[in-house]
């Protein structure tokens, strides 16, 4: 998604100085998606790999809720269903969140 968004950068930003414009002579010009990824891994590869981490650590508290879940098995108290409800919904929406963060 990275390499989208800084390919349309690079268009919509042209100088066209000389008439070729930064992404080359064509709009699928290879020279321009290695640009992309280059640039992406040089200057924004701790945004990638924070992102990374909050992604990893979201799925790590779903499996322990999950594991939880699995081991006390089907709970008699209604308020511990109700509690345990209320944790696995905000931890997939948490997850979700640090998705849909990551992607955009």
């Given at each position: 998604l990275y390499g989208t968004a800084y390919a349309v950068k690079a268009w919509y930003f042209a100088?066209?100085?000389?008439?070729?414009?930064?992404g080359g002579?064509?709009?699928c010009d290879c020279r321009?998606?290695?640009?992309a990824?280059?640039?992406g891994l040089?200057?924004?590869?701790?945004?990638?790999?924070c992102g990374a981490?909050?992604?990893?650590l979201a799925r790590v508290g779903q499996l322990l809720l999950f594991?939880?879940?699995k081991k006390e098995g089907e709970a008699s108290n209604s308020v511990t269903k109700c509690l345990r409800g209320?944790?696995?919904?905000?931890?997939?929406?948490f997850a979700r969140f640090i998705e849909m963060v990551s992607e955009h």
């Open positions: 100088q066209n100085r000389s008439g070729i414009p930064e002579h064509t709009f321009l998606s290695l640009k990824f280059c640039s040089c200057f924004h590869s701790g945004s990638l790999a981490f909050w992604i990893a594991w939880a879940q209320c944790v696995n919904f905000l931890a997939d929406c």
